[in-house]
C-alpha cells in the first residue's frame, strides 16, 4: 500500500475510534473530518478498486440508530442546508441537517471498508472508503464541516454554550 492510503487508514482507524467513544467534541469532530477528506485526493487510483462480490460487515438500521444517539452529544444537532448548491432550477429551499446523522453515517461507511480492511482486502477497503466518498459520506462530512465551521463563526471561535436544537 502507499504512504497516502496507509495514512488515510490511520485517519479512519483514529475517526471511527473517536466515533464508537462515549464522549465528542466539536472539535476533534472537525478534525477528525478534515484529516479524512483531505486524503481523498490522493487516493483517486482507488476508484472502482472493489475486487470481489464478497460482503463485508455493516453497521445497519439499528446501528445507525446506536451511533447517532452515541454522536448526540455535541453543542448542536440541527443546522439549515441545501441538498444541491448547484440546483439553480428547482431554486431549493433551505432543509434541515442533522450533525449526528452525518457522523453516523460517515462512521457507518468507514465502518464498512475496515470490516475488509479486517479480512485482509486491503485494497477494497480504500475502494469502499473511496467510492462511498464520492456517492454518500463525503457530502455528510462537507455539510457537518460547514456547519461546525459556522457554529464557531457564530460563536467567535471557541467552545461556546450550545446555540442549536436538541432532540
Given amino acids: ?24 467534541s466539536l472539535l476533534e469532530a472537525r478534525q477528525r473530518i478534515l484529516a479524512l477528506m483531505s486524503s481523498i485526493p490522493h487516493l483517486e487510483s482507488f476508484r472502482g478498486a472493489i475486487e470481489s462480490d464478497e460482503e463485508h460487515e455493516r453497521r445497519g438500521h439499528e446501528g445507525w440508530k446506536e451511533d447517532c444517539e452515541r ?17 439553480f432550477e428547482e431554486k ?9 446523522d452525518d457522523l453516523s453515517d460517515i462512521y457507518g461507511d468507514l465502518f464498512h471498508g475496515l470490516s475488509a480492511y479486517k479480512k485482509g482486502s486491503k485494497r477494497e477497503a480504500i475502494g469502499i472508503w473511496v467510492d462511498s466518498y464520492f456517492y454518500h ?25 450550545a446555540t442549536g436544537q436538541r432532540r
Fill in 1 to 24: 500500500m502507499s504512504l497516502a492510503s496507509e495514512a488515510f487508514t490511520e485517519n479512519v482507524i483514529a475517526f471511527c475510534e473517536w466515533a464508537e467513544g462515549k464522549k465528542h
Fill in 71 to 87: 454522536l448526540s452529544d455535541l453543542p448542536f444537532q440541527y443546522y439549515n442546508t441545501i441538498f444541491d448548491p448547484h440546483d
Fill in 92 to 100: 431549493e429551499k433551505a432543509i434541515v441537517g442533522d450533525l449526528s
Fill in 137 to 161: 459520506w463525503g457530502h455528510h462530512a462537507s455539510q457537518a464541516l460547514w456547519a461546525i465551521d459556522q457554529f464557531y463563526r457564530n460563536n467567535q471561535g471557541s467552545e461556546p454554550v
